[in-house]
């Protein structure tokens, strides 16, 4: 098991069930934020999180977030790298025809750290040759 080192005056980030991939994050907004239908609005977490190296943070909307108050993330998944040391900073975008208000300490998304692998990039004239080949969407059945 890795180290996470962070540093916050929010509530820490939590594991909910001895299962979850993901760590639940906190709105560390001083006033409620109002979100109208069509808007995107950024919500602080208070976090700065130091990511282990050959590793990287994967922010998840909750599916309560996302399904019940009709929320995604602006950039439907965020990815912070190891070496960035700011604040992590959630946008919302509200897709749903209601205005939603975000409260200071709610649970707003999941932070799931991940192992990556760099790769040496190649420029060539042709790439192997696969059973599926260039076929796109769809090409897989329904």
Do not use: H, W
Not at 14 to 24: C, F, L, P
């Amino acid at each position: 098991m890795k180290d996470l080192n962070i540093k916050t005056e929010n509530k820490l980030p939590e594991y909910k069930t001895a299962s979850s991939a993901g760590m639940d994050i906190y709105g560390f907004n001083d006033e409620d934020v109002i979100i109208k239908s069509g808007e995107t609005k950024c919500i602080d977490t208070g976090l700065k999180i130091e990511i282990p190296e050959g590793y990287f943070a994967a922010i998840y909307p909750r599916s309560s977030t996302g399904v019940k108050r009709n929320l995604m993330l602006a950039n439907s998944t965020g990815i912070i790298d190891s070496d960035y040391r700011g604040e992590i900073k959630l946008f919302f975008y509200n897709f749903g025809k209601e205005t939603q208000v975000i409260k200071k300490g709610e649970r707003l998304a999941q932070l799931i750290i991940q192992p990556y692998e760099r790769v040496r990039i190649n420029k060539v004239d042709q790439l192997s040759e696969t059973s599926r080949g260039e076929r796109g969407i769809g090409s897989t059945g329904k």
